[in-house]
Nanobody
């Protein structure tokens, strides 16, 4: 088990950038794949991006390809989500999730470890 804490959310104008961080406790974080999810009011929690435990492979939702970048620093037990060219439709609570696997998962129910979320609001 790992404990996850997200940070970096906030209010930003359309076209702006934010970098979210997901910091984990525990010494085995490098064994975990990590996914970033988001949930807007009244909507399901959807995958934004995922990264393998080594960082060697990533996956992005079509809606964020070319704008968002997921990366990780296992020495710091941290996964990042760099978000550029933000749009009002990116407004949501963003969650990171972790699961031990050689690859990565893209469905919320495949992850057992979740952070509390950080809110991102993009104004038009």
């Amino acid at each position: 088990q790992v404990q996850l804490v997200e940070s970096g959310g906030g209010l930003v104008p359309a076209g702006g950038s934010l970098r979210l961080s997901c910091t984990a406790s525990g010494r085995s974080f490098s064994s975990y794949a990590v996914g970033w999810f988001r949930q807007a009011p009244g909507k399901e929690r959807d995958i934004v991006a995922a990264i393998t435990r080594s960082g060697g492979s990533t996956n992005y939702a079509d809606s964020v390809k070319g704008r968002f970048t997921i990366s990780r620093d296992n020495a710091k037990n941290t996964v990042y989500l760099q978000m550029n060219s933000l749009k009002p439709e990116d407004t949501a609570v963003y969650f990171c999730a972790a699961q031990v696997t050689y690859s990565y998962f893209t469905l919320a129910n495949q992850y057992n470890n979740w952070g509390q979320g950080t809110r991102v609001t993009v104004s038009s």
